[in-house]
């Protein structure tokens, strides 16, 4: 094999995630390392995630609450009463508490109804939110209120999914009630790190700090996610095709072996593929959820997918619309 074929398999940029750690529900620790990267492209690449990720990764959180019963409610509305805490600090700790979408989610809605109904007297924790099913509390023992009297309160929420790009739009607020500023950002905190080896070469080290609604790890996926759909406009479908049919053959006969040459190629058509989302396929709604709801979101999971396999993940004719993407993407 010739020296510039050695060097180029050699420089095949890959990622591991070396360390993680749950320093506690709501505060996750994770640290992946890219390499090798060419001088400069590992500053590409962290200003890009690091923007992304606090910028397009998205957060649930409530932004609303008006009180039932609002004969409980002092004059000024500071104090209510039976309840210890004042409304400030009840605002405050139904700010903190952190949500995020359940394992079946598939709700594509970015507001939701929530609710408290509780009778004292007792503590108000955050396992007492009552919440839609695409939604769940990942610590339930945060707590909200202490409730000093045998009274009864109801507490009316609103819980939206808000991008850190975004600005929360307050016509969609009920007029009645108080609002909450949200702290919606997932991602508490980002550092990395470049270093040299080697004459022209880099190592990128990420480290994510989550607030538990997503591990580091998903989120720096959701921020890939972002980054491609975001840019996948300016490519035309021409520049999107890839050609798999030598890799067809390839993985057809598994007990070929490979050149090394080979097995660079597999593993470069493989990436490429696991980098172009169902998304970009512009399917149709229901198309598009029944291959989601099956974990298929990538073309290198429609590729491993047969025919018949996709005939017990969706109907007749949404498998024929598929079929007839890949074919016009020239991937079948």
Same mark, same amino acid.
């Given at each position: 094999?010739k020296k510039d074929e050695v060097k180029r398999?050699?420089?095949?940029?890959?990622?591991?995630?070396?360390?993680?750690?749950?320093?506690?529900?709501?505060?996750?620790?994770?640290?992946?390392?890219?390499?090798?990267?060419?001088?400069?492209?590992?500053?590409?690449?962290?200003?890009?995630?690091?923007?992304?990720?606090?910028?397009?990764?998205?957060?649930?959180?409530?932004?609303?609450?008006?009180?039932?019963?609002?004969?409980?409610?002092?004059?000024?509305?500071?104090?209510?009463?039976?309840?210890?805490?004042?409304?400030?600090?009840?605002?405050?700790?139904?700010?903190?508490?952190?949500?995020?979408?359940?394992?079946?989610?598939?709700?594509?809605?970015?507001? +939701?109804?929530?609710?408290?109904?509780?009778?004292?007297?007792?503590?108000?924790?955050?396992?007492?939110?009552?919440?839609?099913?695409?939604?769940?509390?990942?610590?339930?023992?945060?707590?909200?209120?202490?409730?000093?009297?045998?009274?009864?309160?109801?507490?009316?929420l609103k819980v939206e999914r808000i991008r850190?790009?975004?600005?929360?739009?307050?016509?969609?607020?009920?007029?009645?009630?108080?609002?909450?500023?949200?702290?919606?950002?997932?991602?508490?905190?980002?550092?990395?790190?470049?270093?040299? +080896?080697?004459?022209?070469?880099?190592?990128?080290?990420?480290?994510?700090?989550?607030?538990?609604?997503?591990?580091?790890?998903?989120?720096?996926?959701?921020?890939?996610?972002?980054?491609?759909?975001?840019?996948?406009? +300016?490519?035309?479908?021409?520049?999107?095709?890839?050609?798999?049919?030598?890799?067809?053959?390839?993985?057809?006969?598994?007990?070929?072996?490979?050149?090394?040459?080979?097995?660079?190629?597999?593993?470069?058509?493989?990436?490429?593929?696991?980098?172009?989302?169902?998304?970009?396929?512009?399917?149709?709604?229901?198309?598009?959820?029944?291959?989601?709801?099956?974990?298929?979101?990538?073309?290198?999971?429609?590729?491993?997918?047969?025919?018949?396999?996709?005939?017990?993940?969706?109907?007749?004719?949404?498998?024929?619309?598929?079929?007839?993407?890949?074919?016009?993407?020239?991937?079948?």
């Amino acid at each position: 094999m010739k020296k510039d074929e050695v060097k180029r398999i050699e420089h095949i940029v890959q990622w591991s995630c070396v360390a993680t750690k749950e320093i506690s529900q709501h505060y996750k620790y994770g640290r992946f390392v890219l390499c090798p990267l060419r001088e400069g492209q590992a500053e590409t690449i962290a200003i890009s995630l690091r923007k992304t990720l606090l910028s397009e990764v998205e957060g649930i959180c409530i932004t609303h609450v008006n009180v039932i019963a609002a004969h409980y409610i002092s004059y000024d509305f500071s104090r209510i009463v039976g309840v210890k805490e004042s409304v400030a600090e009840l605002l405050t700790n139904l700010q903190q508490i952190v949500l995020k979408n359940s394992a079946d989610s598939d709700s594509d809605s970015d507001i +939701f109804d929530a609710s408290i109904c509780v009778k004292g007297p007792r503590h108000i924790t955050s396992k007492d939110i009552i919440l839609p099913p695409s939604l769940d509390i990942v610590d339930d023992t945060q707590h909200i209120a202490t409730l000093a009297l045998p009274i009864e309160l109801c507490l009316e929420l609103k819980v939206e999914r808000i991008r850190g790009s975004c600005l929360r739009r307050e016509d969609r607020l009920p007029r009645k009630g108080f609002p909450i500023i949200p702290l919606y950002l997932p991602i508490r905190k980002i550092n990395y790190s470049i270093k040299s +080896f080697g004459e022209t070469l880099e190592i990128l080290t990420l480290e994510i700090w989550t607030n538990g609604s997503y591990t580091p790890k998903e989120a720096l996926w959701e921020a890939c996610r972002h980054l491609v759909n975001l840019t996948s406009i +300016f490519f035309n479908n021409e520049n999107q095709n890839i050609s798999l049919t030598r890799t067809k053959n390839m993985l057809s006969s598994l007990t070929k072996p490979y050149s090394p040459q080979e097995a660079a190629e597999l593993r470069i058509t493989a990436m490429k593929l696991q980098m172009i989302f169902v998304e970009q396929l512009h399917l149709d709604p229901t198309t598009l959820e029944s291959l989601q709801r099956a974990k298929i979101l990538t073309l290198y999971d429609l590729f491993n997918k047969s025919t018949k396999e996709l005939m017990k993940i969706a109907k007749i004719e949404d498998v024929i619309k598929i079929v007839a993407i890949l074919q016009k993407w020239n991937i079948i």
